[in-house]
RNA sequence: GUGAUCGUAGCUCAGUUGGUUAGAGCGUCUGGUUGUGGCCCAGAAGGUCGUGGGUUCAAAUCCCAUCGUUCACCCCA
């Protein structure tokens, strides 16, 4: 048996209507806050990604589903978003037509790590991107966006984290300070955190080593060494969420892993995912647009996993989801007015309808056994000595009870079934 | 990439110290008289016991390999 690809998995027709639950909702909400939808291929240059994520950075150098083409271009499935929709707007000069450009994807991402609880290889996102404001309001804007989408599917105990790290200069110094308080601890540390030492200093304040963590209580933390402006763009960030009633806490500790933050970082956590408990993860981005051969353009955003979302959903059992109903069923009597019944069913679905028949010439049991599995709110009996009166019955299934109807008379039977 | 875990019908699982034709519940299909569902009852279909080797008179059960699952680490959404 041929099965899917590790860490992919089909979404089934009994699972799709979570996806448009929060789909919707996505759409709506953004919509609110006046975004336009962009999408992008699947698949892009590889240099796009290197670049604009960072080589060094563990999604680049080694989760990235890579390939050369039959031209020999090497190509990536995407992991993210952002570099994409950059790439997007320098190609299209966005931002020449446009001072400030909204824009929200929901869209595939692929990155080949180990699956889990919550992590996925072909998984899904959806985000935005604000492209060509300073302004803190949009970085406030922004969280609160993200948290207006999460708080709508229901979810219990989230938590908004928000950190800023500043400019590059100033963060460049301030790790230098963290390596010197580091320095005497060195042989103290856990391997892993070891290794963090040189690669990405700042991820030693998320090691889930005890001794770690002990050993990162009294360092120095990066807010305190931002410049003046970065303290002030921050202040304001904070003001607006707490007018605006988010409740956020600030993670000083909360770093990034990719190379294109600056400024306000955020994440959106949920108790109920297991351990890959960030829901929404995002920040300013100042830097990435030139770095990617743009002009000097600021920019925001974030990116939420479905699948967390949908697993938390699950884990407390917040979806509110409706029954798939089927309008009506045409139940055959005698097995015996297959096209006549049809054609009956051709005529309120075009109506708009929901309608199925059977195929299969089963007995009438089965075939009233099957409209309730279909969740049917009405059956037709067509056939028997109504026909031979030109008539037909109409059976609601939830009360049972049925009515008469002339079999001409179909407006009559559509009325009774919309209302 | 590392560690652990599990792998028996469509689904959830049972299968005793290795011993005859591998079981249950749910689901599916059919039927419980002539044209009516949800409950109930009866019957039926459905399994290369993940795959490949090995040990043994005998393997779903023991050993090895392999593939896959799940969870965690790393990292991230």
Same mark, same amino acid.
């Not at 589903?65 to 992991?79: A, E, H, Q």
């Not at 003001?239 to 970082?265: M, N």
């Given at each position: 048996?041929?099965?899917?690809?590790?860490?992919?998995?089909?979404?089934?027709?009994?699972?799709?209507?979570?996806?448009?639950?929060?789909?919707?909702?996505?759409?709506?909400?953004?919509?609110?806050?006046?975004?336009?939808?962009?999408?992008?291929?699947?698949?892009?240059?590889?240099?796009?990604?290197?670049?604009?994520?960072?080589?060094?950075?563990?999604?680049?150098?080694?989760?990235?589903?890579?390939?050369?083409?039959?031209?020999?271009?090497?190509?990536?499935?995407?992991?993210?978003?952002?570099?994409?929709?950059?790439?997007?707007?320098?190609?299209?000069?966005? $931002?020449?037509?446009?001072?400030?450009?909204?824009?929200?994807?929901?869209?595939?991402?692929?990155?080949?790590?180990?699956?889990?609880?919550?992590?996925?290889?072909?998984?899904?996102?959806?985000?935005?991107?604000?492209?060509?404001?300073?302004?803190?309001?949009?970085?406030?804007?922004?969280?609160?966006?993200?948290?207006?989408?999460?708080?709508?599917?229901?979810?219990?105990?989230?938590? !908004?984290?928000?950190?800023?790290?500043?400019?590059?200069?100033?963060?460049?110094?301030?790790?230098?300070?963290?390596?010197?308080?580091?320095?005497?601890?060195?042989?103290?540390?856990?391997?892993?955190?070891?290794?963090?030492?040189?690669?990405?200093?700042?991820?030693?304040?998320?090691?889930?080593?005890?001794?770690?963590?002990?050993?990162?209580?009294?360092?120095?933390?990066?807010?305190?060494?931002?410049?003046?402006?970065?303290?002030?763009?921050?202040?304001? !960030?904070?003001?607006?969420?707490?007018?605006?009633?988010?409740?956020?806490?600030?993670?000083?500790?909360? !770093?990034?892993?990719?190379?294109?933050?600056?400024?306000?970082?955020?994440?959106?956590?949920?108790?109920?995912?297991?351990?890959?408990?960030?829901?929404?993860?995002?920040?300013?981005?100042?830097?990435?647009?030139?770095?990617?051969?743009?002009?000097?353009?600021?920019?925001?955003?974030?990116?939420?996993?479905?699948?967390?979302?949908?697993?938390?959903?699950?884990?407390?059992?917040?979806?509110?989801?409706? $029954?798939?109903?089927?309008?009506?069923?045409?139940?055959?009597?005698?097995?015996?007015?297959?096209?006549?019944?049809?054609?009956?069913?051709?005529?309120?679905?075009?109506?708009?309808?929901?309608?199925?028949?059977?195929?299969?010439?089963?007995?009438?049991?089965?075939?009233?056994?099957?409209?309730?599995?279909?969740?049917?709110?009405?059956?037709?009996?067509?056939?028997?000595?109504?026909?031979?009166?030109?008539?037909?019955?109409?059976?609601?299934?939830?009360?049972?009870?049925?009515?008469?109807?002339?079999?001409?008379?179909?407006?009559?039977?559509?009325?009774?079934?919309?209302?």
């Amino acid at each position: 048996m041929i099965k899917a690809i590790t860490g992919t998995k089909d979404i089934l027709p009994e699972d799709i209507s979570k996806w448009y639950y929060v789909e919707n909702i996505v759409r709506d909400v953004f919509s609110a806050y006046n975004y336009d939808e962009i999408r992008t291929p699947v698949f892009e240059e590889t240099r796009l990604f290197a670049r604009g994520i960072g080589e060094a950075t563990d999604i680049v150098s080694k989760e990235m589903y890579t390939f050369t083409d039959r031209s020999d271009t090497s190509v990536t499935l995407k992991p993210e978003m952002t570099a994409a929709v950059v790439r997007a707007l320098i190609e299209h000069s966005l $931002d020449k037509k446009k001072a400030l450009n909204k824009l929200f994807y929901i869209s595939p991402m692929f990155r080949q790590e180990r699956p889990q609880a919550g992590r996925l290889r072909q998984f899904h996102q959806f985000g935005a991107e604000a492209l060509g404001s300073h302004s803190p309001m949009l970085d406030a804007e922004m969280i609160i966006t993200a948290y207006d989408i999460i708080s709508k599917f229901g979810l219990k105990h989230l938590q !908004v984290k928000i950190n800023s790290l500043g400019v590059p200069s100033s963060r460049e110094k301030y790790k230098e300070i963290l390596k010197e308080y580091l320095n005497p601890y060195f042989g103290k540390l856990s391997q892993e955190s070891q290794k963090r030492f040189d690669i990405n200093i700042l991820r030693i304040f998320d090691s889930k080593d005890e001794n770690d963590q002990k050993i990162m209580e009294n360092a120095p933390l990066l807010i305190e060494f931002l410049d003046d402006e970065s303290l002030e763009h921050f202040e304001v !960030v904070k003001s607006v969420l707490l007018k605006a009633g988010i409740p956020y806490e600030i993670d000083p500790k909360l !770093v990034r892993g990719l190379d294109y933050y600056t400024h306000t970082t955020f994440e959106v956590i949920s108790g109920s995912v297991g351990s890959q408990s960030a829901l929404c993860g995002g920040g300013r981005y100042n830097l990435l647009v030139e770095q990617l051969g743009g002009k000097d353009t600021p920019g925001i955003g974030f990116a939420a996993g479905i699948e967390r979302i949908l697993l938390a959903c699950e884990n407390e059992k917040s979806l509110e989801l409706e $029954d798939n109903k089927l309008d009506l069923y045409i139940v055959d009597i005698e097995r015996a007015n297959a096209e006549k019944i049809y054609n009956l069913a051709l005529y309120f679905r075009r109506k708009g309808l929901k309608i199925e028949v059977d195929y299969a010439g089963r007995s009438v049991k089965a075939q009233m056994r099957e409209a309730n599995r279909c969740n049917a709110r009405y059956t037709i009996m067509y056939g028997g000595e109504e026909l031979e009166r030109n008539e037909t019955v109409l059976k609601n299934m939830e009360t049972g009870d049925q009515k008469t109807f002339n079999i001409d008379d179909l407006d009559a039977i559509t009325k009774t079934i919309v209302e």
